[in-house]
């Protein structure tokens, strides 16, 4: 048992940053270090997946991430989400099977389009009554099936849509309606498309809203395009940035989902330059893109600030605090912060202990990551599918996979359904045991239960079971995942193997 200390979190933060360890060196044995995910011969290695490095492991990003402010109470929340969420199927956005049907049709209509076939001529004789639902659906579809072969005609077809939309009697367009055609336009790499659809929202005299400004940069590659950009939306006043107190709030939290960071560093020197006033939203994003940019004297600067100015931390100052002493391994100050958080009425989530441990689990300390899991659930905070996976990924790491299965099978019996890197630390574990039957038949298993493998799980099991000299179960894994269709551009990958 740690015995629990409490000090406000602000002022104390630096000091608990060098405080001593709940465990010693011991915990540490056997802990597997993480690859950078290439190998000598450029290949990829086990965790290179299609998320990039250490994609088969709940990312920092994930856990530490931010979500926008809600808007203010008796004001709707905005409907320009991203078009990945405007699936059908979504629970909050039901739309009618008439309308999906409809959807499908036009689709089907606009790839017809050529030579003695004229789309925009059968889409009038459908005698549609356009809303903004069923222009969603449309360019939803497109946007799910973009591939190397479409990419190049599908942004013409959604513009004729959209263009043919917009002149229906009773329809006009909005600026999420624009954001839209946006995605497309990004989704194919339509740069100048997309700043071409910016002119016509300006001239039209539609605001620009914090999505259309996030589906800019995100499309803008080079660093330097990115920071004309930026300024141009500082200066722009048809800029709609709500939620967000500020523009500059709203452009800062773009480049944090985007993972900008030296672009956060400039844009925060710019807001400090030209009199901006920072709020713990903005000390949020600065301090957690210092953080991972791996400048904590800044860091720690920040946090400093911030108490000076009078700011209260928020749930996302905790998270973030947390996280960084757990992977700068002082389980100790972390508790001062868990006992301050609840001394002062923010009671720690779920998501404030995963962070944790996740951290510990990083920084190796095995011991103090159990030790919080258990407080957790002593204090009736019951973990999640995510927190599950932290703490199997760590025993997994620390080569105990029996605790991890233990851990696994807790889970499926709470009902918590396992995701995709639940599955590849288990996968993982079950062929550093040497059980890749075992391994294998959780691959299959994983669709079987409607969860998807990606690229990293994939690569985790070939990988394993080439090391270990089973290069033909490797290739009936490749086979698996050709059969099912996936991956195929990144068939390369796997140094030697040929496609029948």
Same mark, same amino acid.
């Given at each position: ?36 995910? $290439? $190998? ?81 001529? +059968? ?22 099936? *973009? ?138 994003? *600065? ?59 923010? *009671? ?14 990083? +920084? ?121 269709? $996936? ?14």
């Amino acid at each position: 048992m740690i015995p629990g200390a409490r000090a406000p979190p602000l002022r104390a933060a630096r000091l608990f940053l060098h405080s001593r360890r709940l465990c010693g060196d011991h915990s540490r044995n056997g802990v597997e270090r993480r690859s950078t995910g $290439q $190998q000598g011969d450029g290949s990829i290695d086990e965790r290179a997946g299609d998320g990039g490095l250490d994609a088969g492991t709940v990312s920092p990003e994930l856990l530490l991430r931010i979500p926008p402010p809600q808007p203010p109470p008796g004001q709707p929340e905005s409907d320009d989400d991203d078009a990945e969420n405007l699936s059908s199927a979504s629970g909050s956005r039901r739309i009618p099977r008439e309308e999906l049907r409809l959807a499908d049709r036009i689709l089907r209509i606009l790839l017809q389009d050529g030579p003695g076939f004229s789309a925009r001529h +059968a889409l009038d004789e459908m005698n549609l009554r356009v809303t903004n639902k069923l222009v969603t659906e449309v360019m939803f579809r497109f946007v799910v099936s *973009v591939d190397s072969v479409n990419r190049e005609r599908y942004p013409r077809l959604a513009y004729k849509f959209f263009l043919w939309a917009g002149q229906q009697e009773g329809y006009h367009h909005s600026t999420s309606m624009y954001n839209r055609v946006l995605k497309v336009f990004a989704q194919c790499g339509e740069v100048k498309a997309m700043w071409g659809l910016l002119e016509e929202m300006t001239e039209k005299g539609l605001p620009v809203s914090a999505r259309t400004v996030h589906l800019l940069i995100c499309t803008c590659g080079q660093a330097g395009l990115r920071r004309r950009l930026v300024e141009r939306f500082i200066k722009s006043s048809s800029f709609n940035y709500r939620p967000f107190r500020t523009s500059l709030n709203a452009i800062l939290h773009t480049l944090l989902t985007i993972k900008q960071y030296s672009l956060i560093e400039w844009v925060h020197q710019k807001m400090l330059t030209d009199g901006y006033t920072p709020d713990v939203l903005t000390y949020n994003v *600065v301090m957690r893109a210092k953080y991972l940019l791996g400048k904590l004297d800044h860091f720690h600067g920040l946090l400093d600030e911030m108490g000076k100015n009078g700011f209260t931390p928020d749930l996302h100052t905790y998270n973030l605090l947390l996280h960084v002493l757990g992977k700068g391994d002082k389980p100790l100050a972390a508790l001062n912060l868990l006992n301050y958080m609840s001394d002062v009425g923010c *009671v720690p989530s779920v998501l404030h202990f995963t962070n944790l441990i996740d951290g510990l689990s990083r +920084a190796g300390n095995l011991e103090a990551c159990k030790y919080f899991f258990g407080e957790m659930v002593k204090k009736g905070c019951e973990p999640d599918t995510v927190c599950y996976t932290v703490m199997i990924t760590g025993y997994v790491a620390a080569a105990e996979f029996e605790e991890a299965q233990k851990l696994f099978d807790d889970m499926l019996v709470r009902g918590k359904l396992p995701n995709v890197y639940t599955y590849n630390s288990m996968i993982r574990g079950l062929c550093i045991v040497g059980e890749f039957d075992k391994a294998c038949y959780m691959l299959k298993d994983m669709d079987l239960h409607g969860c998807t493998p990606n690229f990293s799980v994939y690569s985790t099991l070939v990988c394993r079971l080439r090391n270990a000299g089973k290069d033909s179960e490797a290739n009936n894994v490749i086979k698996y995942m050709t059969k099912k269709g $996936q991956y195929l551009h990144l068939l390369s990958r796997f140094g030697g193997y040929r496609r029948c």
